[in-house]
């Protein structure tokens, strides 16, 4: 059983950043592969960044130059560091792993907003 909790949401200015962490328990870290997704109240969980157990990473073309996904694998954490916010992104950020068997894991999420 994978535990992940989401942190380092808040408010921010347009043009600010954050940075997300999301700290996973319970399985190998290293073999997880790791996604963050937002949702916006009332639409589809969308895409953000990826980043596989290879350190293999995929963005949403919105994010690319502007979100760049890591992990660390001895701290068992994937960040997401977001900068040049924009209103748009405003958006509640969650976690996925998936392990090797393909058994997927969500955070409890954390929230984003930004505005002025």
């Known amino acids: 059983q994978v535990q992940l909790v989401e942190s380092g949401g808040g408010l921010v200015q347009p043009g600010g950043s954050l940075r997300l962490s999301c700290a996973a328990s319970g399985f190998t870290f290293s073999s997880l592969d790791m996604t963050w997704y937002r949702q916006v109240l009332g639409k589809e969980r969308e895409l953000v960044a990826g980043?596989?157990?290879?350190?293999?990473?995929n963005y949403a073309d919105s994010m690319k130059g502007r979100f760049t996904i890591s992990r660390d694998n001895a701290k068992k954490t994937v960040y997401l560091q977001m900068n040049n916010l924009k209103p748009e992104d405003t958006a509640v950020y969650y976690c996925k792993a998936q392990t090797l068997w393909g058994i997927e894991y969500w955070g409890q999420g954390t929230q984003v907003t930004v505005s002025s």
């Open positions: 980043i596989s157990s290879v350190y293999r990473t």
